[in-house]
């Protein structure tokens, strides 16, 4: 029987974590064998998530595990989790406070591990809108991410829904650098050094997560400054990993492109409605994260939380 501890960082949230505990509760297994289930909640803030906990423990079919994390920062949130899994589990299963999972989510991460014997498994995230966001929203798909065939190799998978061998993570004392914990990359920053290190890393579609998105992200700014931190801790990851001449004048060079790319494109996209005007301004951010990054600087995204 394989032991997996289900891992939730919170930071003010008490109606999503409710919700995701609501969800996790639901978990059901058709295609593995049900494994023994610890779930962890790891409070990033003086228990605000306490009540919830104490309310959903009798709730749940697994014993619920409550850490709290007085150092700010998702850096720290995860490694406290990955801390209390270790003693627990054999696998660790991360999902956001701020999403729930489909009843078959763990059951489909679980199988595609066993199928592929893989070290990390990550899975989708559909994004619904908690308020109805403006036209250009939907018509820029700018809240839909990628899918691809199970089983399809990854290489930065993210956290917010993802299963991860702890046996890999030993190599680490400390999984999520700290560095990261206010900038967001952490998990960019540990998966690629999962890969450099040869562990496999496939994709789940079937294991499919649900994130509910506040109006206080669907408008451009947060757009565009979500798409620039991306592009600048990428580049973080990269100027550290692979500080060579060659790389980091690629990285540097596609910066340039996209950042060029963006301002072609403005004269144009005033035609074609505003999600092409957000759009071209999309490559803009993305290209100057990219040359930020380079150049070593840090934008702290997670100074400020979104929603409830």
Known sequence: ????????????????????????????????????????????????AADVCDEMRPRLPWPLRYEGEPRRGISYARNRAISAAREVADFVAFI??????????????????????????????????????????????????????????VRDPGTGNVLIRLAALEQFDTPFDARFALTGGEDTHLFLR???????????????????????????????????????????????????????????????????MGVAMLPFAWMMGRHMVVRSLWYVCFGTGNLTGLAGLRYQEYRVTHGN
């Open 96 to 153: 956001d406070d701020d999403e729930a999972p489909e009843p078959n989510w763990l059951d489909e991460l679980l199988h595609a591990q066993g199928a592929n014997d893989a070290d990390v498994v990550a899975g989708p995230v559909t994004r619904h809108f908690e308020s109805e966001p403006p036209e250009w929203v939907h018509r820029g798909g700018f809240f839909v991410d990628p899918r691809r065939p199970t089983g399809t190799p």
């Open 194 to 260: 999962l890969h450099r290190a040869g562990c496999t890393m496939v994709w789940a579609d079937e294991a499919l997560a649900h994130e509910w998105i506040p109006a206080s992200r669907a408008n451009a700014r947060w757009v565009l400054m979500r798409i620039y931190r991306g592009a600048n801790t990428w580049s973080l990851c990269e100027r550290e990993l692979d500080p060579g001449v060659r790389a980091t004048a690629v990285r540097a060079a596609k910066g340039l492109a996209r950042v060029g």
């Open 1 to 48: 029987m394989r032991r997996v501890a289900v891992c939730v960082a919170t930071f003010q949230r008490p109606v999503g974590l409710h919700r995701c505990l609501e969800a996790i509760a639901g978990l059901t297994f058709s295609r593995v064998s049900p494994p023994e289930i610890t779930v962890v909640v790891v409070d990033n803030a003086p228990d605000s």
